[in-house]
């Protein structure tokens, strides 16, 4: 069986299979819940657990796709932005593949969100205002977007507006739900950016057009 979201690499952009970098992202477990789940009248309420990715966020399976995209187009370095989880993940699969991760992210990122991505080596620029000044984020944005494009760096940053192509790893967690047997009737999905979101929409949009399930 082919490791992480690699079991899906047809319905994922294209990656040549000597290039597709895994640390064992997804295939996380459905548990069911025992007590929220009642406490609602929900029988069948179960959680996935995205926190058992390897670096503990569901933005591993983001990083897997984006830094192999990397490797697939030639590139050496991956640039973007972290408030904490994203870095600690981009940093981590980059390192897997020997790419150098340079990451802009606040003055004041708390130790625990820091230290993984100097743990993997990244390339960490702290900037003052950052995340609380719209003026300083939009020039830090122009920045990386700057330095992406003058040094054909791979632009990975956890959103379909920066990174589409990477963004479509969110959908496995909708073809792990299905391939788990569970016909949901909805799910759940905590929403900041929207990403998440998103992606698993588009998920189920691909296996509702398969049809491997019968509506949305």
Not at 30 to 55: A, C, D, H, Q
Not at 69 to 75: K, Q
Not at 101 to 117: G, S, T, W
Request: proline share 4%.
């Amino acid at each position: 069986m082919l490791s992480g979201i690699w079991a899906y690499a047809d319905r994922l952009p294209a990656v040549g299979a000597d290039r597709r970098i895994t640390l064992g992202e997804g295939r996380t477990p459905l548990v069911k819940s025992r007590r929220i789940g009642p406490e609602l009248g929900l029988k069948n309420l179960y959680f996935k657990l995205e926190s058992l990715n390897p670096t503990g966020s569901y933005k591993d399976r983001i990083a897997a796709l984006g830094v192999s995209l990397a490797l697939e187009r030639g590139r050496k370095t991956c640039v973007g932005t972290t408030s904490g989880n994203a870095g600690s993940s981009i940093a981590a699969y980059c390192a897997r593949a020997g790419l150098t991760y340079r990451v802009y992210v606040q003055e004041n990122i708390v130790a625990p969100k820091l230290e993984p991505m100097l743990v993997h080596g990244a390339d960490v620029v702290k900037v003052e205002g950052f995340g609380f000044r719209p003026d300083v984020g939009d020039k830090v944005f122009q920045a990386v977007l700057a330095q992406a494009r003058e040094n054909d760096w791979e632009l990975l940053v956890t959103a379909y507006a920066y990174a589409p192509e990477a963004m479509e790893a969110v959908k496995t967690i909708a073809y792990e739900i299905a391939d788990a047997g569970a016909a949901a009737d909805a799910v759940f999905v905590p929403v900041g950016g929207g990403g998440l979101l998103t992606g698993i929409f588009r998920g189920y949009g691909d296996l509702l057009a398969e049809g491997a399930i019968d509506a949305l």
